[in-house]
């Protein structure tokens, strides 16, 4: 269980939630032909396909982070941009909509999806919205990334290119498991084709172009010390 809190965009009060549960969504693009395409270019790499399209990967509770360092074993790990939703409390205004970065360790990926996505954070931002605040703009908020020093641009995208909130929630009731403590993190946008995402900084944002709000999430890479044996 890890305790976060969040300030509630356009209220300014803070929200604290013990993530219970914490879910990885995979392979969650709206157009599911383009995502068979990707697991194919993901299979020449090594990386095994999954059984099921869109994929739900269960994830330490633990791995829900807020902060501004992940310490990496490898030099083959790196971020996604991503949003995240976190039920906050029994109603449907307590479901909180904030910007997300699943850092994932790609060196043990090709061995298993679901034990890469258990060794790294599911890093939050700080700032969040009310779903229900939203209303039909959620599709249109825009999602990008930056890595380095330099901040290049390695993701540009928007939340309607990926299955939508309300889909996973659904997702999550079928199941029994929409509750208080329940955290879900969406899947990834393309990465823009040449930037080197093994990098030591990662910054994503999360941005309601219509009234210049935004979520957003900083962290270094740092690499853990060698170890002996």
Known sequence: ??????????????????????????????????????????????????????????????????????????????????????????????????????????????????WSKNAGPDMLGRRAWRLSSLGDRVDDLRLRAWVGAERTLIQDGRVGELLSPRYWLDVLAERGERAEGIALISGTIPMIAGVDQFADRWEVELLDEATGESSTLSYDVERMPVPIG
């Open 1 to 114: 269980m890890t305790a976060l809190e969040f300030e509630i965009i356009g209220e300014g009060t803070l929200v604290s939630v013990d993530v219970q549960h914490l879910y990885n969504a995979g392979y969650a693009g709206r157009d599911q032909a383009a995502v068979r395409h990707h697991i194919e270019e993901l299979a020449e790499l090594g990386v095994p396909a999954p059984t099921t399209t869109p994929s739900l990967y269960p994830v330490s509770s633990y791995l829900a982070r807020q902060g501004e360092i992940v310490e990496a074993q490898h030099e083959r790990t790196s971020g996604e941009a991503e949003w995240g939703i976190v039920v906050a409390g029994p109603t449907e205004d307590d479901v909180l909509l904030t910007v997300a970065c699943d850092h994932t360790d790609r060196a043990l990926e090709v061995h298993g999806v679901a």
